[in-house]
Nanobody, 118 residues
Framework: VQLQAFGGGLVQAGGSLRLSCTAS??????MGWFRQAPGKARQSVSS????????YYTESVKGRFTISINDAKNMVFLEMNSLTPEDTAVYYC??????????????WGQGTLVTVSS
């Protein structure tokens, strides 16, 4: 099982980035994005169920970030708009084989760094 995240980079405040994550090796019921800023704990940002019927966003990104999934290709995306310096972090994609509401993110990709300059 392998997850690969990409799409991070440097962007000015107010800008946008799109993160992508590919998962291979098995099918997952829930995929999500987490982030960890320097000196802070890892935080759940957003997650989505396998067919996209359920989504979750942490409060600080609601209305700015959109998660989507290509179930057939086992890919998950995170469209990030109106970025602020507070969004600066390493972003990780993760996957769970358990059902929505009981997800356990046992599978993790490598992080991709998002830096938002003011």
């Amino acid at each position: 099982v392998q997850l690969q995240a990409f799409g991070g980079g440097l962007v000015q405040a107010g800008g946008s980035l799109r993160l992508s994550c590919t998962a291979s090796g098995r099918t997952f019921n829930v995929m999500g994005w987490f982030r960890q800023a320097p000196g802070k704990a890892r935080q759940s940002v957003s997650s989505i169920s396998g067919r996209g019927g359920n989504t979750y966003y942490t409060e600080s990104v609601k209305g700015r970030f959109t998660i989507s999934i290509n179930d057939a290709k086992n890919m998950v995306f995170l469209e990030m708009n109106s970025l602020t310096p507070e969004d600066t972090a390493v972003y990780y994609c993760a996957a769970s084989t358990t059902a929505w509401g009981r997800e356990r993110f046992h599978y993790w990709g490598q992080g991709t760094l998002v830096t938002v300059s003011s």
